[in-house]
């Protein structure tokens, strides 16, 4: 068994294709194709079932995938390790983020770490808090920024903590637009533009039910910038984070009784990542 056989694999797993595991790893699909074969006669089994549609794991490659990352990460951590001798002169880290994020500039961050440490390569994947959590835990990401409504995983650390708080995003006109505080009670039966597949709203929804408020969810969106766009139209209010409204230039106003926020955490797995790019970065990000 090879590691790139095994990178070849997760590909596939990623993609769910085999045209898009071949772009993503630089290789011509048959290539690609015979790395898997050799690897289910290696292995003894097939490891995906294969559909006009789509290509799906069997039991096989489903019990191979956990495992699979675990090695990978393992090497990428070894290679990291040789790269300290050099100075970070090269190496790979890989770091996660909600879409939400208002407490860091990411980009900014990451782009003065690139400019001190040139020959690592960055990778930064953007989901939701239970994926984000599960791929610190398994080794496919080396730190995350996540928001979620408990305690984190009990395999992960959190190296940096933020409140964010949220507020109600609204448009010129609506009957709150002039309100610098508005109690949870005043929205009940207020149309709402949701942010559609968020952690954020999954726990917007169980405090508004926690306190029996009611909220006529009119229009959903996936992503920040687009939901702003919609309540501007006139669509319907939202519940944002409050840097994300004060940029918007919208109306918006803190919410009481109760107040909404919520708890940011920088994560990573163990006192430390065993990763010297990602050590490099999490003291970048915390120093």
């Not at 797993?13 to 085999?18: D, K, P, Q, Y």
């Not at 995938?65 to 100075?87: F, K, L, N, S, Y």
Request: hydrophobic fraction near 45%; proline fraction near 6%; charge should be positive.
């Amino acid at each position: 068994m090879e590691l790139r056989q095994l990178e070849h694999f997760l590909a596939v797993v990623r993609s769910g294709s085999f045209t898009g595991a071949a772009r993503e790893v630089h290789v011509v699909q048959s290539a690609l194709s015979t790395s898997i074969r050799k690897l289910e006669t290696e292995l003894g089994a097939p490891l995906f079932e294969r559909t006009t549609r789509r290509v799906l794991l069997t039991e096989a490659g489903r019990a191979l995938e956990p495992m699979a990352h675990r090695i990978v990460a393992d090497v990428v951590a070894a290679r990291g390790e040789v790269a300290t001798v050099a100075g970070l002169s090269r190496g790979r880290v890989a770091i996660g983020t909600i879409q939400t994020l208002t407490e860091v500039d990411l980009p900014g961050e990451l782009g003065t770490f690139q400019r001190r440490h040139p020959g690592v390569r960055i990778h930064v994947r953007q989901g939701l808090v239970p994926d984000l959590m599960a791929a610190v835990g398994n080794g496919e990401l080396d730190l995350a920024y996540l928001a979620p409504e408990g305690p984190l995983a009990e395999e992960l650390v959190s190296f940096a903590q933020w409140r964010q708080k949220l507020v109600l995003l609204g448009y010129p006109g609506h009957r709150l637009a002039q309100r610098r505080r508005v109690r949870l009670a005043e929205l009940d039966g207020e149309p709402f533009v949701d942010f559609s597949g968020s952690g954020l709203q999954d726990m917007i929804g169980r405090r508004f039910a926690d306190a029996g408020v009611r909220r006529d969810r009119v229009c959903e969106a996936t992503h920040v910038p687009l939901l702003v766009e919609l309540v501007a139209a006139g669509l319907g209010v939202s519940i944002v984070p409050e840097p994300v409204a004060a940029r918007s230039g919208l109306p918006h106003a803190r919410i009481e009784q109760p107040s909404l926020s919520r708890p940011i955490h920088l994560a990573g797995r163990g006192a430390e990542p065993v990763n010297p790019a990602a050590r490099a970065l999490l003291q970048h990000l915390t120093g």
